[in-house]
């Protein structure tokens, strides 16, 4: 099973993939509304994406990296930094962090996996196609969003970063929300589904059903 570290091929690739690449090391990156580029890294800074923007890679080490609306990214990683993708943002590849949340606006999309170690998943009416993973992060699958590949909730090992060892993880799927595939949960988690969403198989947790909004 694939761990949620990142590579450090991925951060820092050993030669340039295209032109227009930028690389900092202290500084943030920023490509303007309607603009392209290539792979964006920076070791400490923000990579901020703007609106229908298309870039390629977009990662950093200590900083956050932000899809505008409709923005589009191959692939995006942080190590400690939040993700945020907008209205209609897309990846066409996986999407990982190991501290900080990743946030999916209404109508975005990550057509690779969605992952982190600690801090909260969150989609908003948004689409998911590789599966998303935590380890100690709370995860909420919102109203009219729709995973496919399953959830996994890992436990930590010792080849793992270990975070917030005294939370138990929440899982909440909201109303009218799909999620295919294997719900599993490799340590202890609160698992709330909606009476109207749609899950695939549960191993290791039990069920708590709701009706309305939320929990």
């Not at 032109?19 to 090391?25: E, K, L, P």
């Not at 190991?98 to 969605?114: C, R």
């Not at 996994?152 to 595939?181: C, E, K, M, S, Y």
């Amino acid at each position: 099973m694939r761990r949620t570290v990142l590579a450090l091929a991925f951060l820092f690739p050993l030669a340039a993939a295209a032109g227009g690449d930028v690389n900092h090391i202290s500084d943030n990156i920023h490509v303007e509304a309607g603009q392209s580029a290539g792979n964006l890294s920076t070791v400490s800074g923000d990579v901020d994406v703007g609106d229908r923007a298309v870039v390629g890679k977009a990662s950093t080490v200590s900083g956050g990296v932000t899809l505008g609306s409709k923005a589009q990214a191959v692939k995006i990683g942080t190590v400690s930094g939040d993700i945020r993708l907008d209205k209609g943002a897309l990846v066409k590849g996986d999407v990982e962090s190991v501290s900080g949340s990743v946030h999916l606006a209404q109508d975005a999309q990550v057509q690779g996996h969605l992952s982190n170690v600690s801090e909260s998943i969150m989609l908003d009416d948004a689409h998911v196609a590789g599966g998303i993973e935590t380890v100690a992060g709370d995860i909420t699958v919102g109203a009219g969003s729709h995973v496919e590949g399953g959830i996994l909730v890992d436990r930590p090992n010792h080849g793992t970063i270990h975070f917030g060892n005294n939370h138990t993880p929440v899982i909440v799927i909201g109303p009218h929300a799909v999620v295919q595939g294997t719900l599993e949960f490799r340590q202890p988690v609160v698992l709330k589904v909606s009476d109207s969403a749609q899950i695939g198989m549960v191993k290791g947790a039990t069920v708590e059903r709701f009706s309305g909004a939320a929990p």
